[in-house]
C-alpha cells in the first residue's frame, strides 16, 4: 500500500525552529515529486512547495520562499518541512503529498501534523 | 493564476444532483486540472484529474468536466456521505499549483 506517514503533532514557542517529517513507503520515493500543503485553522488549501527526492530539487511558492525549507532524505524515503524561527502565524495543518505520475496532481495525502506556535 | 469556486455553500438533499464550478482567472490546459474532497476531520483526498479522469476507488456518481477557465465538478446523486469541502487545484508554469477557495457541500 502507497502511504505517507507524518511525524506527531507539534507545540513550539515564536522563534523556536522545528522540523517535520513525511515517510513514504510502498512505491519508489526517489521518483515522485513530495509536496507540502497549509491548512490554516478553518481555512482552505495552500500549496507550499515541493522536492524531487532523487536529485533533491526544490520549488516554493512565492508565498512561503523564504519562509520554510523542504528537503529530502531519499536514502530513508523521508521528506522534511522546517523553520528556522516560528511565527505564531505559522500555527496550521501541515499535509505531505505525493505527486502523481503525472505530477500535475496530488494522489497520495499524508494524514497531517499539527502545528502549534504559541507563546 | 486565481481560481475561483462557487457556490461557497451548497444545500441539497440525498438523491439531489450537485453542480460545482470552479472558474480560472486565466485558460487552464484539461490535464493540469483536478479536485479533491476533503471530509471533516480527514485529510483531503483526490476525487478527478486531468479535469474529467476519475482516481481509483471514487465512485462513478462524481464526474467532471470543462476547458478553458470553466470547470465543474458533478455528483449525480447525492449521499449522505458526501458531505464534505471540494476544492479545484490547478498546475500553472514553473512548477506551481494553485487551490480554490472551497466550496462545502451540506446534505439537508
Known amino acids: 500500500e502507497v502511504q505517507l506517514v507524518q511525524s506527531g503533532a507539534e507545540v513550539k514557542k515564536p522563534g523556536e525552529s522545528l522540523k517535520i517529517s513525511c515517510k513514504g513507503s510502498g512505491y519508489n520515493f526517489s521518483t515522485y515529486y513530495i509536496g507540502w500543503v497549509r491548512q490554516m485553522p478553518g481555512q482552505g488549501l495552500e500549496w507550499m512547495g515541493i522536492v524531487y527526492p532523487d536529485y533533491s530539487l526544490t520549488t516554493y511558492s512565492p508565498s512561503f520562499q523564504g519562509q520554510v525549507t523542504i528537503s529530502a532524505d531519499k536514502s530513508f524515503s523521508v521528506a522534511y518541512l522546517q523553520w528556522s524561527s516560528l511565527k505564531a502565524s505559522d500555527t496550521a495543518l501541515y499535509y505531505c503529498?505525493?505527486?502523481?505520475?503525472?505530477?500535475?496532481?496530488?494522489?497520495?495525502w499524508g494524514k497531517g501534523t499539527a502545528v502549534t506556535v504559541s507563546s | 493564476i486565481v481560481l475561483t469556486q462557487s457556490p461557497g455553500t451548497l444545500s441539497l438533499s440525498p438523491g439531489e444532483r450537485a453542480t460545482l464550478s470552479c472558474r480560472a482567472s486565466?485558460?487552464?490546459?484539461?490535464?493540469?486540472l483536478a479536485w479533491y474532497q476533503q471530509k471533516p476531520g480527514q485529510a483531503p483526498r483526490l476525487l478527478i484529474y486531468?479535469?474529467?479522469s476519475r482516481a481509483t476507488g471514487i465512485p462513478d456518481r462524481f464526474s467532471g468536466s470543462g476547458s478553458g477557465t470553466d470547470f465543474t465538478l458533478t455528483i449525480s446523486r447525492l449521499e449522505t456521505e458526501d458531505c464534505a469541502v471540494y476544492y479545484c487545484?490547478?498546475?500553472?508554469?514553473?512548477?506551481?499549483?494553485?487551490f480554490g477557495q472551497g466550496t462545502k457541500v451540506e446534505i439537508k
Open positions: 503529498v505525493r505527486h502523481g505520475v503525472s505530477f500535475y496532481y496530488m494522489d497520495v
Open positions: 486565466q485558460s487552464v490546459g484539461t490535464e493540469y
Open positions: 486531468g479535469t474529467s
Open positions: 487545484q490547478q498546475y500553472g508554469s514553473s512548477l506551481t499549483w494553485t
